[in-house]
């Protein structure tokens, strides 16, 4: 099933504490100031915060979905299409990266979807 950047938008924007912005000229979801999830400026992609040990499984499983651009070698992120994959797969993308930031932050409730 295709998932469509609004489809994205609805899942982050469900979170607790979410602020939408921008980054690079893209939309961006931060948690306590922090960027866990952006539009890639290809705007068919998806730049997701998460540790590199769990990128590099993630890319290894699914390299048509998962993979990292030269930019983003040396960061905790990965990018993958954002028409690729379930939307379950997705949403819980989407929350595992949420969680990860937000337990960085102070003061920010930790819930889910």
């Known amino acids: 099933m ?3 950047f609004e489809a994205v ?3 982050a924007l469900a979170l607790d504490n979410v602020e939408e912005g921008t980054s690079y000229g893209t939309p961006a979801f ?3 100031g922090v960027l ?3 539009l890639h400026q290809d705007l068919d992609s998806l730049v ?3 540790d590199l040990e769990r990128r590099e499984e993630m ?4 390299p048509e979905v998962y993979y990292i651009t030269d ?3 040396n960061y ?6 954002v028409g690729a994959g379930s939307s379950d797969a997705l949403r819980d993308l989407i929350a595992t990266a949420w969680r990860a930031t937000a337990r960085k932050r102070r003061g920010v409730r930790r819930g889910g979807v």
Request: positive net charge.
């Open 2 to 4: 295709a998932v469509k």
């Open 9 to 11: 938008r609805r899942m």
């Open 30 to 32: 931060k948690v306590g």
């Open 36 to 38: 866990f999830l952006r």
């Open 48 to 50: 997701v915060r998460m």
């Open 59 to 62: 890319m290894a499983a699914d």
């Open 71 to 73: 930019h983003y070698l």
């Open 76 to 81: 905790p992120v990965d990018t993958g299409a």
